[in-house]
């Protein structure tokens, strides 16, 4: 099945840095989300994105539907000790698909 | 608050073992599915339930089936676990189609190890 190219795989950081992520496809997605999972817990729902070249914030957490509808970009910034974890982008073709294509994750370490 | 919730958080099994994992949804959702997550290979999905008795196929189906007897429980079943089956299983529901469909609930996970 088909999956999206996630980068970077992993990040270590100090804290009140700044982190940037993307994902890309060699599709077009007409819908795309950010998904976070916390250690021990299954992904929640950060953003979702709805439109080529909509840009929609979440408190530090700003994401990007990029204008050719192949990738998406996540950025955080002045990191939290509670940001670390794996970030998930996710894509859907179609609405009533019900069949997200996920990448392969960004695993987050803060530094102190 | 909505809720997922998968029995085991671990469970440890041998080859051959026919293992079941259960999932429970109290969010009156349609849509059921189990993905597999692995360390570089993010979520794949092994199968899905549109509906009572309704089950499809996602990426990753051989070596698993499912039963959905429940519009609130969908059930993943390991017919002969191999090695190659330890993984984190999770379990998601999403609502009706038109209504934020794509917004899938997870489970914490379920980490199986086949030895």
């Known amino acids: 099945g088909q999956q999206l190219n996630q980068s970077p795989q992993s990040m270590f950081i100090q804290e009140g840095e700044d982190v940037s992520m993307n994902c890309t496809s060699s599709?077009?997605?007409?819908?795309w989300l950010w998904y976070k999972q916390d250690p021990g817990e299954g992904p929640v729902l950060l953003i979702a994105?709805?439109?080529?070249?909509e840009l929609t914030s979440n408190g530090r957490l700003t994401a990007q539907f990029g204008i050719t509808r192949k990738d998406s970009f996540l950025n955080i910034s002045a990191s939290i000790p509670s940001d670390v974890g794996i970030y998930f982008c996710?894509?859907?073709?179609?609405?009533?698909?019900?069949?997200?294509?996920f990448g392969q994750g960004t695993r987050l370490t803060i530094n102190p | 608050d909505v809720k997922v919730t998968q029995s085991s958080r671990y469970l440890v099994k041998r080859t051959g073992e026919k293992v079941f994992l259960e999932c429970v949804q109290d969010?009156?959702?349609?849509?059921m599915f189990w993905y597999r997550q692995d360390p570089g290979l993010g979520l794949r999905l092994i199968y899905f339930?549109?509906?009572?008795?309704?089950?499809e196929k996602g990426d990753i189906p051989e070596g698993y089936s499912v039963s959905r007897e429940k519009k609130e429980r969908f059930s993943l079943i390991l017919e002969s676990a191999s090695t190659n089956q330890t993984s984190m299983y999770l379990c998601?529901?999403?609502?009706?189609?038109?209504?934020?469909?794509?917004?899938?609930?997870f489970g914490s996970g379920t980490q199986l190890s086949v030895l």
């Open positions: 998601a529901s999403s609502s009706n189609p038109g209504t934020d469909n794509e917004k899938l609930f």
């Open positions: 599709s077009i997605f007409n819908t």
């Open positions: 994105l709805y439109k080529a070249g």
């Open positions: 996710a894509g859907l073709k179609f609405q009533g698909a019900q069949k997200l294509v």
């Open positions: 969010m009156d959702h349609e849509n």
């Open positions: 339930s549109y509906d009572v008795k309704m089950k």
